[in-house]
């Protein structure tokens, strides 16, 4: 029997937990020095991968840091590699599902090699006619929390209004333009001019703007939504939801994606305007995308149609090589990128 030789495995760590503020490039060390056998343990039902496409999204920030209580998802651990969404090859599999040469998705090492023992959250790639990249996005965590935040939580009525935070993002530019294929009015915040431009002349939004150059959040709300918010898909939090609790129409939805805001903050931001939740009867409801797992693969048929007919825009930003993955996912909190940021980890 052949031995199995180690193999260079490049890797990101966090070197500790961060306490508040930004991430730094600092918190964060390219490892170059570990090994990796190409081999699946004896009578396990792992599956080695390796990594092509790693994804950066901005829940990762709260795994940074350290919890007296358990979030939804485990803390990262100093001094190991920090891990997220990919898209990978299979290099050596004992799992029955997977098979050598299958193409993946799901939670993977920010590494060049990960060995994955818990397969629960991989998903073999059906459609490798779209770029594999999509699979970070599109077609993967991101697209899936827009269309379940979308059309489960909120379930939309063709004409509704529609408003959707941090749009330029890669949640909210395909809230937006799902929202539009069911025939609703929609419009998007955005930090830059830019950002703006982008909703409107390139996603299909009805309106936009700088939240940055409102010094008013209520007052550009009641001026682009003069009859009110139907919906709102919620990604930041702080005093852009107290606005829109103000303009919310009777029986309004709000699914709550994330908080972008608050992820850096010491102290969260309180919210005022709950009371409106009250008088307009408005339901405003958190969401997983990991509750919804057994919806996935009819999602993938419906959006892998959707980009076959030309009915979806996708803006990926990616950093090339793994080295540069610390200042990529940095750069997401500074809001550095516009549509889905990704790291190339290799060309396949």
């Known amino acids: 029997m052949a031995e199995v030789r180690a193999k260079a495995n490049k890797k990101v760590v966090l070197k500790d937990f961060i306490t508040a503020g930004f991430p730094k490039e600092s918190d964060m060390e390219v490892v170059t020095t570990d090994t990796v056998r190409l081999k699946v343990p004896e009578g396990s039902k792992a599956v080695l991968l390796k990594n ?17 209580e358990p979030s939804y998802v485990p803390d990262f651990v100093p001094g190991s590699v920090i891990t997220g969404f990919g898209v990978g090859k299979v290099v050596d599999s004992s799992h029955p599902d997977f098979k050598v040469g299958d193409f993946v998705w799901g939670m993977t090492g920010w590494e060049e090699y990960s060995l994955i023992t818990e397969t629960e959250m991989l998903f073999k790639i059906r459609y490798t006619d779209v770029p594999l990249s999509y699979y970070t996005g599109l077609l993967g ?11 489960e939580i ?21 809230v937006g333009q799902f929202a539009k294929l069911m025939g609703c009015y929609v419009v998007g915040s955005a930090g830059s001019d830019d950002k703006v431009n982008l909703l409107k002349n390139k996603f299909g939004f009805d309106e936009a703007f700088n939240y940055k150059k409102e010094p008013d959040l209520s007052a550009a709300l009641k001026r682009l939504f003069p009859e009110g918010i139907d919906i709102y898909f919620e990604n930041v939090g702080g005093p852009m939801l107290d606005a829109v609790l103000i303009n919310m129409r009777t029986h309004g939805r709000i699914a709550v994606c994330g908080m972008i805001s608050q992820y850096n903050l010491e102290k969260p931001e309180g919210v005022h305007n709950l009371f409106y939740l009250v008088a307009k009867r408005i339901r405003m409801e958190g969401f997983l995308v990991f509750d919804f797992f057994h919806k996935y693969h009819q999602f993938e048929e419906i959006i892998a149609q959707y980009i076959k007919d030309g009915k979806i825009t996708y803006v990926e930003d990616k950093a090339e090589g793994l080295e540069n993955a610390p200042a990529a996912l940095v750069g997401l909190f500074a809001g550095h990128s516009v549509g889905k940021k990704l790291v190339v980890v ?3």
């Open 52 to 68: 092509l496409y790693l994804s950066c999204d901005p829940y990762m920030r709260s795994r940074m840091s350290k919890h007296d």
């Open 154 to 174: 909120c379930a939309p009525k063709i004409g509704e209004y529609v408003f959707v935070s941090a749009a330029s993002g890669a949640v909210g530019q395909l």
């Open 346 to 348: 290799s060309h396949e």
């Open 141 to 151: 965590m991101a697209g899936f929390t827009a269309y379940v935040g979308f059309h």
